[in-house]
């Protein structure tokens, strides 16, 4: 089964992104991404899958994928179970862990850990244990705690002599044939023309489907619409720009991102984060101000 293309979004001003999520959830699938990618499994187990690798998990799990490497964890619930919070997940471009090995000798241990990333590598449970409150403390902080605990994480794989690696070391991953399928196509045009005029006819001559047979396929990949998915990502995007560009009015932003009717983009906005847009950057100022 060809790996769907998860693109990944690190916001302006950041190096990586660090979240956590319940199950079920979009990205449980069999997919794929240019990013490294650390995965704790908070709760639930199950069978997951890393390359040509397939095993058991449960809680504690703290596995992590180099670059185009596929993955996905299974989780055993009931039919029509739901889990708050299954777990965390820190991702981060390959050329962030090179620069540093690069800039600071001190981290030689790094290039180490981007090798074994490439066949996928399993940590050990005392590694786990440590590096679980770490992860946690992660995805809520900001500023120079984030970087700090970032890279405490990175040292902590690093330093794990129990740490083994899990697909085949012949397994090598080929993007440039994941891609060749057409809703992975679809996914990478999104993502490079994500603030451009684009609509579900277009994807699906980029996918080389019909429009019927591509919406049932994308929402069967992604488990939404196309219009949800380009909203959510826009809505990301305008979130990132609220915070970093206080020169531009609400206005700016929304056709910046890609809507062409501001009612829509409050009405998108309001729905995925609960209040306006202009709320959003009056409590994001008045946290910095806080801060300062």
Sequence with gaps: MTPD??????????SFTAWEHGYPFHTVRWHFHPELEVHLVVAT???YYIGDFIGEFGPGNLVLTGPNLPHNWV?????GATVPLRSRVLQFPEDLLLRIAELFPDTGGFAALFNLSRRGALFSDACSEVCAPILAELVQAKGPRRASLFLDLLAHLAADAGARALASDTYLPDPSGFMTAGVNKALAYINTNLTEDFG???LAATAGMTASAFSRSFRKHTGMGVVEYV???RINLACQMLMNDAGLSVTDICYAVGFNNLSNFNRQFLRR???PPSRFRALHEDNRALAA
């Design 45 to 47: 187990q199950g069978r």
């Design 200 to 202: 579900e006819a277009d």
């Design 273 to 275: 984060k609960g209040m």
């Design 231 to 233: 909203n959510r990502l």
């Design 75 to 79: 989780s055993d619930v009931a039919d």
């Design 5 to 14: 293309l998860e693109v990944v979004q690190i916001g302006q001003g950041q």
